[in-house]
C-alpha cells in the first residue's frame, strides 16, 4: 500500500477536475484506487483486533464514487478529489455506525466516525431516547480523558430541547443534536508512510469505538428507509 500514489492522485485531480482529464488519467485512478482498497484490508485487520464485526467486510464495499451528483449544487466539478469510506458491522450504510476514512489533499483528510445522517428522524429518536435514560454512560464515555484528547462531538442542532425531553436534562444540549458524530483531522504529512498511519487510525478508532457502541445499542432494530 502506497499513501503517496494516492495523494499524488486526488492532488492532480483537484487541479484537473474535468472529464476530459480524468479519462486521459483512467490508469491512475486505477492504480490508486486499488492502493486506497489495499489501505483499507489493512486497517480492516487492526480494527478487527478489536473490532472483530468489521473483519468480514471487502473493501469494494465500503467505498463511495468520486464521481458527484452535480444537479443540485452551485459547485459544478464533476468529482470529488478524495478517497472515502466507512467500515462497519452492514458496510458502507450509515447505520450501524462505524468507522469513517476520508482522504483528500491539503490536509483535508480526517478519521471519523458517529451518527452524520441527520435525515433519518427514528434513528435521532432513538438516539436521543438513550441519551435521555442513560445520561451517565454518555457522560463518561465523552468526559474520558483519552477521549477528550482527540473528540469533540459535533453534529446538526435544534436552538432548543425538543418536546418530549426535560429542558433541564443533564444532557440537554445533546439532546439538542440530530446527529452524533466525531472528526479527528489528518494532515497530509501524516500520510507519507502508510503504515504509520495505519496505526494512528487503528488508534485512534479504538478510542472512537465506546462512542460508537453506544450509538450501535441506542440504534438496535433501526432499518434504513426502503428507497
Known amino acids: 500500500m502506497n499513501t503517496q500514489i494516492i495523494m499524488d492522485y486526488l492532488t492532480a485531480l ?5 472529464r476530459e482529464w480524468y479519462h486521459a488519467n483512467k490508469d491512475d485512478y486505477k492504480t490508486a484506487n486499488a492502493e486506497f482498497e489495499e489501505l483499507l484490508q489493512t486497517l480492516i485487520l487492526e480494527i478487527g483486533k478489536y473490532d472483530s464485526s468489521i473483519l468480514h467486510n471487502n473493501p469494494k464495499d465500503l467505498t463511495f464514487k468520486i464521481v458527484r451528483d452535480t444537479r443540485f449544487s452551485h459547485d459544478k466539478s464533476p468529482y470529488h478529489p478524495a478517497f472515502r469510506a466507512h467500515i462497519s458491522s452492514q458496510g458502507k450504510l450509515p447505520v450501524p455506525v462505524g468507522y469513517y476514512l476520508m482522504l483528500k489533499p491539503q490536509n483535508q483528510s480526517f478519521l471519523g466516525g458517529g451518527l452524520f445522517a441527520d435525515m433519518f428522524k427514528e434513528a435521532t429518536t432513538m438516539v436521543r431516547d438513550s441519551i435521555a435514560q442513560n ?12 477521549f477528550e484528547k482527540y ?3 459535533q453534529g446538526t442542532a435544534l436552538k432548543k ?19 452524533w458524530y466525531l472528526e479527528y483531522p489528518i494532515k ?5 508512510d502508510a503504515e504509520t498511519f495505519v496505526a494512528k487510525a487503528a488508534k485512534i478508532f479504538r478510542i472512537m469505538k465506546p462512542f460508537n457502541d453506544f450509538l450501535n445499542r441506542a440504534l438496535a432494530g433501526f432499518t434504513m428507509p426502503s428507497r
Open 14 to 18: 483537484s487541479m484537473n477536475n474535468n
Open 151 to 153: 473528540f469533540t462531538v
Open 135 to 146: 445520561g451517565e454512560e454518555w457522560e463518561q464515555i465523552i468526559r474520558e480523558p483519552e
Open 188 to 192: 497530509d504529512e501524516e500520510l507519507k
Open 161 to 179: 430541547v425538543p418536546a418530549g425531553y426535560e429542558k433541564e436534562h443533564p444532557q440537554a444540549e445533546f439532546l439538542k443534536y440530530k446527529s
